[in-house]
């Protein structure tokens, strides 16, 4: 059975609230059809990485759209360093044919890249790893990938 939108929605903001009163105002959650939604503001990257973590944990998802915009300023420097190390990570992971799932959130702040997302198996999460930590640059790969068979677990 798949879980109500608005059960999930309700949860998701539920959550939020809880580790940070002022993201009821700043973030706007919708969801459709099992895919979740973000938009809004938040000060840190790292803010950012949390809410998508969150919204990835919900029960019942099945992608995540983040529309959340970051208001820290970044040295241009690093800025398109990250761009491009979330780009080609991007492109490896369309490439490689171990991959099946293209159902990732992939943010690279200061050459820390997080993947977020749902994995058929645990040979594609390590795949998805090796694919991050080749790309030159990158200093660390941070993940939270659950893998299908859990999703459906949680359903039951």
Do not use: C, H
């Amino acid at each position: 059975t798949q879980i109500d939108d608005s059960i999930m929605q309700k949860n998701l903001q539920a959550r939020l609230v809880l580790t940070e009163k002022k993201y009821f105002i700043k973030i706007s959650i919708k969801v459709l059809d099992g895919r979740i939604f973000l938009n809004g503001k938040v000060n840190e990257p790292e803010e950012k990485l949390k809410i998508t973590k969150m919204a990835w944990e919900t029960n019942g998802v099945r992608s995540v759209k983040n529309n959340i915009r970051i208001k820290q300023k970044f040295s241009l420097k690093n800025t398109a360093k990250d761009v491009l190390i979330t780009s080609q990570l991007r492109t490896a992971l369309i490439i490689n044919k171990k991959v099946k799932a293209p159902n990732f959130n992939i943010e690279t702040i200061n050459q820390k890249t997080y993947i977020f997302g749902i994995a058929y198996t645990q040979d594609e999460v390590r795949e998805i790893i090796k694919e991050a930590k080749s790309i030159v640059d990158v200093k660390d790969v941070i993940t939270s990938i659950l893998l299908v068979s859990d999703l459906s677990r949680q359903k039951e």
